[in-house]
T-cell receptor, first 109, second 113 residues
């Protein structure tokens, strides 16, 4: 079964601290993985995509097939990073995104 | 370029009623996907429409149905509403149906009393 697990409901860090949002997945084959972000009162938007290997707003994510993980990292958190973060993957058919339950990141000064 | 829009923003219905939610896809996108997001959960896939045909369906009962129109806008219909249908309904559009980036609308908040 295809599944995405985000074990932390809430992650609170201080400004300037490193951030790691955890994502583990269950998938047969090579998954197509995403991180979506939802800032307060805004719509869900793509933060980064595994295949593009881009760094967006200082965030990176590396696919670890051995550990079936796709953790989101940022070396120095900013207050504007406070948001809800969802890890997602495409189903085998490539039609549906399967989301985790999300992690709320709270960055305080 | 206009983003994905959804209407209405909020809706209150009672159990047993029927509801229609609407979505306009982003300009140039021919694929629309619908998701249900219950409180505290991630979005759950309902179905996808590609060029006016259903192109995949999640684990939702038949009382959830949809349509896509020639201009690629879409409707989600829910019959015989239940209390558990209370959720945020998200529409997402993409350039193509397979593995493409999905652009989300702001959602419609449905409350069933």
């Amino acid at each position: 079964a295809q599944r995405v697990t985000q074990p932390e409901k809430l992650l609170s860090v201080f400004k300037g601290a490193p951030v790691e949002l955890k994502c583990n997945y269950s998938y047969s084959g090579s998954p197509e993985l995403f991180w979506y972000v939802q800032y307060s009162r805004q719509r869900l938007q793509l933060l980064l995509r595994h295949i593009s290997r881009e760094s967006i707003k200082g965030f990176t994510a590396d696919l670890n097939k051995g550990e079936t993980s796709f953790h989101l990292k940022k070396p120095f958190a900013q207050e504007e990073d406070s948001a809800m973060y969802y890890c997602a993957l495409y189903n085998q058919a490539g039609t549906a995104l399967i989301f985790g339950k999300g992690t709320t990141l709270s960055v305080s000064s | 370029e206009t983003g994905v829009t959804q209407s209405p923003t909020h809706l209150i219905k009672t159990r047993g009623q029927q509801v229609t939610l609407r979505c306009s896809s982003q300009s140039g996108h021919n694929t629309v996907s619908w998701y249900q997001q219950a409180l505290g959960q991630g979005p759950q896939f309902i179905f996808q429409y590609y060029r006016e045909e259903e192109n995949g369906r999640g684990n939702f009962p038949p009382r959830f149905s949809g349509l896509q129109f020639p201009n690629y806008s879409s409707e989600l219909n829910v019959n015989a509403l239940e209390l558990d249908d209370s959720a945020l309904y998200l529409c997402a559009s993409s350039l193509d149906s397979l593995g493409d980036e999905q652009f989300f609308g702001p959602g419609t908040r449905l409350t069933v009393l």
